[in-house]
């Protein structure tokens, strides 16, 4: 089910694995950033979500502020019940380095132990699959 589309950002849910996958690409504007992050946040309050991929593989740099937006929404699906979350890398180290700031702002122990960055998308749904047998 798709969620959110713009030429930035898509966000689609599989009701079947209970799963969130957000798609970026480029440079993402801050009220896209920010609306694909309340959306996110909204279904997994109202939803039954359990994992979440990010894919940034093809995403641009993120400004500091987004990043502290992102930690906050972040924080919050953990509380309304996401267990689990990856990020696909992307090749740019710029974005790179956004999201590993995004990592050391984390903290909550259950978010910092269920998130984890990957080189591709199989990656992460390998490791997301074994998390979730773990943690389910």
């Known amino acids: ?3 959110f589309k713009t030429e930035h950002a898509e966000i689609v849910y599989n009701s079947r694995k209970k799963q969130i996958v957000q798609k970026w690409k480029g440079f993402v504007p801050s ?3 920010k609306k694909a992050l309340e959306i996110t946040s909204e279904f ?3 939803n039954d979500v359990i994992s979440l ?3 940034t593989s093809e995403q641009r740099a993120v ?5 502290i937006t992102a930690t906050q929404y972040l924080e919050s699906y ?3 019940g996401l267990l689990t979350m990856a990020f696909v890398l992307p090749e740019d180290v710029f ?3 956004s999201l590993k700031k995004f990592e050391q702002t984390q903290t909550q122990p259950q978010t910092k132990s269920n998130l984890s960055f990957f080189r591709s998308s199989e990656a992460a749904k390998k490791w997301m699959k074994n998390i979730e047998s773990k943690i389910i």
């Open 31 to 33: 009220d896209t950033f």
């Open 53 to 55: 991929i990010s894919d």
């Open 95 to 97: 974005t790179q380095m």
């Open 78 to 80: 953990y509380k309304n």
């Open 44 to 46: 997994i309050e109202n």
């Open 63 to 67: 400004s500091p502020a987004d990043v």
């Open 1 to 3: 089910m798709k969620l």
